[in-house]
């Protein structure tokens, strides 16, 4: 390797650490902002805090299933991927159309807190294997959660629309 290919590999080496702290820094901001607006179950549903751990995890699950049959019904273009977590889902949205620049995660997520008020967190935050996902949080109340999934069908048909 020659002097020139070191030094190139250092500078590259050096903003890939730049452009990590970044997305900490960002991840750090918007967990905040979800805390701020009312994200975390608590908040949102006081009574979760006489709920037992099974309790709780039975309405979550509930809270997935809901998702679930949504985007089935509503939003087929966007799977939910099949996982144990509580509340937090991986969205696919392969087969939604791809922007010109950037990630497609980064463009919906932007998009959809823009034109329809819904938090959902890019894929690519979680490197570059995530660039065609959206994160969804269900520790909310089933309300919350359908006005939010309503709101994101609202927001995926505008997306469509503008993008054709």
Same mark, same amino acid.
């Given at each position: 390797m020659t002097e020139h290919e070191k030094a190139l590999l250092q500078v590259r080496h050096r903003l890939e650490e730049a452009q990590a702290r970044d997305r900490k820094k960002e991840r750090s901001a918007r967990t $905040? *902002?979800? &805390?701020q607006k009312g994200a975390i179950i608590e908040s949102v549903m006081p009574e979760t805090n006489d709920m037992t751990l099974d309790e709780l995890r039975e309405?979550?699950?509930k809270?997935?299933?809901?998702v679930s049959e949504f985007l089935q019904a509503e939003l087929p273009q966007i799977k939910l991927v099949p996982s144990q977590?509580?509340?937090?889902?991986?969205?696919?949205? $392969?087969k939604l159309?791809?922007?010109?620049?950037?990630?497609?995660?980064?463009?919906l997520e932007h998009f959809l807190r823009k034109e329809a008020?819904?938090?959902?967190?890019s894929g690519s935050e979680y490197g570059q294997s995530g660039d @065609?996902?959206? *994160?969804?949080?269900?520790?909310?109340? *089933? @309300? $919350?959660?359908? @006005?939010? !999934?309503? *709101?994101?069908?609202?927001? &995926? @048909?505008?997306? !469509?629309v503008e993008d054709s």
């Open positions: $905040r *902002r979800l &805390i309405y979550l699950y809270n997935k299933q809901t977590a509580t509340y937090l889902l991986w969205l696919d949205c $392969r159309p791809h922007p010109a620049e950037g990630t497609l995660a980064d463009a008020g819904v938090y959902l967190t @065609e996902f959206l *994160r969804l949080n269900i520790a909310t109340s *089933r @309300e $919350r959660l359908t @006005e939010g !999934m309503n *709101r994101l069908k609202a927001g &995926i @048909e505008k997306y !469509m």
